[in-house]
């Protein structure tokens, strides 16, 4: 007889200079051939396309005050290797960040070697 499967959630959080790791049981109630039914110790019943399962999701919504964060649903034998694409997928967020930000800077640099007249609008009508 085959055992039941056991999905867990995995989330990784950054919060400036903090990092926190947290994994979680969700109890299956029901499975079909496309997706899970799983619930938390407390909470609403989430269904996870089976697809899905192993995947890893960037829940940040926007970032602010330092704030990123990522999770997986998955298996229990693929806990350590979601946790490790977690933290690729958050450096590589950190890096475009990082990026965007080098091209803020240097768009204000070129302003101030080169700085363009201000125009009011009385001068352009």
């Known amino acids: 007889m085959?055992?039941?499967i056991k999905i867990f959630?995995?989330?990784v959080q950054l919060e400036?200079?903090?990092?926190g790791l947290e994994v979680s049981h969700w109890r299956l109630l029901v499975e079909t051939n496309r997706y899970y039914e799983i619930k938390?110790?407390?909470g609403p019943v989430k269904r996870i396309y089976k697809e899905k399962l192993n995947t890893v999701?960037?829940?940040t919504k926007s970032y602010t005050d330092g704030y990123l964060a990522c999770s997986a649903f998955c298996n229990e034998d693929r806990i350590d290797d979601m946790h490790t694409e977690?933290?690729?997928a958050l450096q590589l967020k950190i890096k475009a960040?990082?990026?965007e930000l080098h091209l803020n800077q240097q768009a204000l640099e070129l302003q101030f070697n080169h700085p363009k007249p201000l125009?009011?609008?009385e001068q352009t009508s």
Do not use: A, G
Not at 16 to 19: T, V
């Open 9 to 11: 959630k995995v989330t």
């Open 97 to 99: 960040y990082m990026d």
């Open 86 to 88: 977690m933290l690729h």
């Open 16 to 19: 400036k200079d903090e990092y």
């Open 119 to 121: 125009r009011t609008e």
């Open 57 to 59: 999701v960037d829940d």
């Open 2 to 4: 085959n055992s039941p």
């Open 40 to 42: 938390p110790e407390s």
